[in-house]
């Protein structure tokens, strides 16, 4: 069954730091999505892209986020100096109409 | 997007069927209700979508009223495995990020 690929699993910054989070979407869809969760919270949305740009943001996603899709197959987001409170699972996510979203099973950022 | 309303919590033997209600009264025609999980520390997961049809696939089956005000979930042979906060929505557009709510608890007892 196809699935989407996040990579580091876990991944530990310095506040700070720039990260950057990796996702491999399934291949033929063609809605993007980051989503977080805090631990011990909802999964929270961030951002969705599609057709190559941002189709909608939460008031999460403000100026230290930003995503790329930079070779038709990876789906990154960035966050540009990460602070104590950016610790969370982020989920990386794709769909195609009409079915659901298939999720990735998460990076871990640790921001210490 | 409709709003829905679900138990906070349900509890379901090993083997049964576990039948988890949503309420969406106020679903317009060409809303899909749509239901996902989260098992704890995994990503979520699509379970099942439909618009006024039953349906059925390898994971549930999932009744929607002939009103379409409110539908059921229903794991026909509940798993330890499958204890976990389930998610039912109803989005004007599926397209747009999901907010999750609250769900219903399902805890499987051996």
């Known amino acids: 069954e196809p699935e989407v690929t996040q990579t580091p699993s876990h991944q530990v910054t310095q506040m700070g730091q720039e990260v950057i989070l990796r996702c491999v979407p399934i291949s033929n869809h063609l809605y993007f999505y980051w989503y977080r969760q805090i631990l011990g919270q909802k999964v929270e949305f961030l951002v969705s892209f599609y057709n190559n740009e941002i189709s909608e943001k939460s008031e999460i996603f403000d100026d230290q986020f930003s995503v790329e899709r930079p070779d038709g197959s990876n789906f990154t987001l960035k966050i540009r100096s990460t602070k104590l409170e950016d610790s969370a699972m982020y989920f990386c996510?794709?769909?195609?109409?009409?079915?659901?979203?298939?999720f990735g099973s998460g990076t871990r950022l640790t921001v210490v | 997007d409709a709003k829905t309303t679900q138990p906070p919590s349900m509890d379901c033997a090993e083997g049964r069927a576990a039948n988890l209600p949503c309420n969406h009264s106020?679903?317009?025609?060409?809303?899909?209700v749509y239901w996902y999980r989260q098992i704890h520390s995994q990503g979520p997961q699509y379970i099942i979508h439909g618009l006024k049809n039953n349906e059925t696939n390898e994971m549930a089956s999932l009744i929607i009223t002939e009103d379409r005000k409110s539908s059921t979930l229903i794991l026909p042979h509940a798993t330890l495995r499958d204890t976990a906060v389930y998610y039912c929505?109803?989005?004007?557009?599926?397209?747009?990020?999901?907010?999750f709510g609250k769900g219903t608890h399902l805890i499987i007892q051996p």
């Open positions: 996510a794709s769909r195609t109409d009409p079915y659901g979203y298939t």
């Open positions: 929505r109803a989005p004007q557009r599926e397209a747009d990020g999901l907010t």
């Open positions: 106020t679903i317009s025609g060409n809303e899909y």
